[in-house]
């Protein structure tokens, strides 16, 4: 019998938009409150205000700053006045052929996507020890792993297979502790993950991705991926999802070049 979700307590960063806001709604959903970080302070008040203050608190923090993200896990820790699990959804990508690569971009991916990951894992590890049914999901990527998602993401993927080989030792290093720890890998959905990126890159990503002859499906909801967080979230004590894997299932057209 799975473990309900009904008022615990889960930190999800970058929570603000896309996955990390889905997976913050399919929690409260079932009864759950979430602590919400993201480093825009006016993307977090938005997302507070669609779930409702009485279920969702909103720290502004960088996952790459390991002093910020300590101050955040204690507040919203103090806020609810408990801590169950933490989902390390926080994620950046900037894609660039390998020969283009701009050093600062390599920088904040690795900061955010890898070493992010886990300095939240440090801080929510003493916090969450001693609890009824911890857990910390660490979000990867199908990029990790497969070979048909968009070009160019050789940073993001890379730093996405790094947080893959964390988890594994990080799961064995908290069975002691009955810190329940899944890596979850996404493929594609329809976000607002491509902000910021520029459109040339893009183009060229697209275009040698086409060139390459292969071709991941889209479509996927985010819901979905919010639902499979759930799902890994409320196994009973002394079980763990290990790896789940989330793609579309659809045929979906390709684009021309």
């Known amino acids: 019998m799975s473990t309900e979700l009904k008022d615990k307590v889960y930190i999800v960063t970058g929570g603000s938009k896309g ?37 969702a608190y909103g720290v502004a923090s960088d996952v790459a700053h390991r002093e910020d993200i300590s101050a955040a896990f204690e507040s ?10 933490l989902v390390n959804n926080a994620g950046m990508a900037r894609p660039n052929a390998v020969e283009n690569l701009v050093e600062a971009e390599v920088l904040m991916q690795v900061q ?14 003493p916090l969450l020890r001693g609890g009824e049914n911890p857990r910390i999901i660490n979000i990867s990527s199908a990029s990790a792993h497969h070979y048909d998602e968009m070009s160019h993401l050789s940073i993001y ?23 329940g720890v899944t890596c979850l890998r996404p493929g594609a959905a329809w976000t607002s993950f491509a902000e910021g990126w520029d459109a040339g890159a893009i183009q060229a990503g697209m275009e040698a991705w086409a060139h390459a002859g292969t071709y991941m499906d889209t479509g996927m909801e985010v819901e ?19 790896l789940l ?13």
Do not use: M, W
């Not at 894997?245 to 070049?257: C, D, G």
């Open 245 to 257: 894997e989330i793609r579309p299932n659809v045929l979906t057209p390709k684009a021309q070049f």
């Open 157 to 179: 993927a890379s730093t996405k297979a790094a947080v893959e080989r964390f988890t594994r030792d990080l799961r064995v290093e908290l069975q002691d502790d009955n810190i």
């Open 19 to 55: 996955f990390g806001l889905a997976i913050a709604k399919s929690l409260v959903a079932r009864g759950a409150r979430v602590g919400l970080l993201s480093r825009n302070q006016s993307g977090l008040d938005q997302a507070v205000s669609e779930i409702g203050s009485d279920h």
């Open 224 to 242: 979905q991926v919010g639902d499979a967080v759930a799902y890994s979230l409320s196994q009973p004590v002394g079980v763990a999802v290990d």
């Open 112 to 125: 955010t996507n890898f070493l992010g990951t886990v300095f939240c894992c440090q801080a929510a590890i």
């Open 76 to 85: 919203i820790k103090q806020h609810f006045g408990r801590l169950d699990g």
